[in-house]
């Protein structure tokens, strides 16, 4: 069985301080980790895992955003960011906020019998200004990416997608009708990977509501499970009978998101 784990840790310094991020480790025994939001370079980190390969992509911006694969096999080959035909096919050239080439947001590890890809999608904003960077640049682009890297072998993908991509993923759909995280637009996005093929593995097990991966810091959302499923695990159809579990661990402290994940049956 082969575990691969998924989690936006807002800030890996911040968890490590905390003394959660190895008992974490040590408790889950992730052979593969996909990290989101590290806000640092591998150098400014004080994690030390002997059992992992790590492999990291920062943000230019310090501090800010970022991605990483821990390992424990070799990877074939690790891939930072967007190829530069696919950035230049989908206009993926930044907007006012700046260029999301440059934040760390993808990372991609080859493997014998597949590809494992981590995203940070860029946040919509409360305003929405990013909404437009969502919809027809970023989003487009990703799963261009992962269908171009599909026809060499099948994807996992996961990440931090900053969707709720039904009103089950989310505890108050009504209210949150149109804004960051469930507008139109975004839920789109999602839907366009369904369509591709790709599988939410955490719905081939449970339906329905109540299964969140963040939680606001307000009015105690995360003691009331108040929150929102917007960290997922997509995989290509041909890897759909090896998925043995996919799991929320919303036990897991540290971050404001808890990590997902699944098994497969290799």
Request: hydrophobic share 35%; glycine share 6%.
């Amino acid at each position: 069985m082969l575990r691969i784990y998924s989690w936006n840790v807002n800030g890996i310094r911040a968890v490590h301080r905390k003394g959660l991020f190895e008992p974490f480790i040590k408790q889950h025994q992730p052979d593969i980790l996909c990290l989101q939001e590290t806000k640092a370079d591998q150098s400014q980190s004080e994690v030390d895992l002997p059992d992992y390969r790590e492999f990291w992509h920062s943000a230019v911006k310090k501090g800010y955003s970022g991605t990483a694969i821990f390992s424990k096999e070799e990877p074939l080959q690790v891939i930072n960011g967007f190829p530069q035909d696919t950035i230049k096919k989908f206009g993926v050239t930044g907007d006012a906020y700046g260029d999301p080439n440059l934040e760390g947001r993808v990372i991609a590890a080859e493997y014998d019998k597949f590809y494992v890809v981590t995203v940070y999608t860029p946040n919509a904003k409360d305003d929405l200004t990013r909404v437009s960077l969502r919809h027809k640049q970023w989003d487009p682009a990703f799963l261009a990416y992962c269908q171009q890297l599909e026809q060499k072998k099948p994807v996992i993908f996961c990440g931090d997608l900053n969707v709720a991509h039904t009103p089950d993923d989310l505890a108050n759909p009504k209210p949150n009708e149109g804004k960051k995280g469930f507008t139109a637009e975004e839920r789109e996005g999602f839907q366009n990977f369904i369509d591709a093929g790709f599988v939410d593995t955490f719905r081939m097990f449970k339906q329905g509501n109540g299964y969140y991966s963040w939680w606001s810091h307000f009015a105690k959302s995360r003691e009331r499970n108040v929150g929102w499923r917007i960290d997922y695990f997509l995989v290509s159809e041909a890897l759909q009978p090896l998925i043995k579990e996919a799991n929320i661990h919303p036990d897991v402290m540290g971050s404001d998101h808890c990590p997902v994940s699944i098994t497969l049956d290799l």
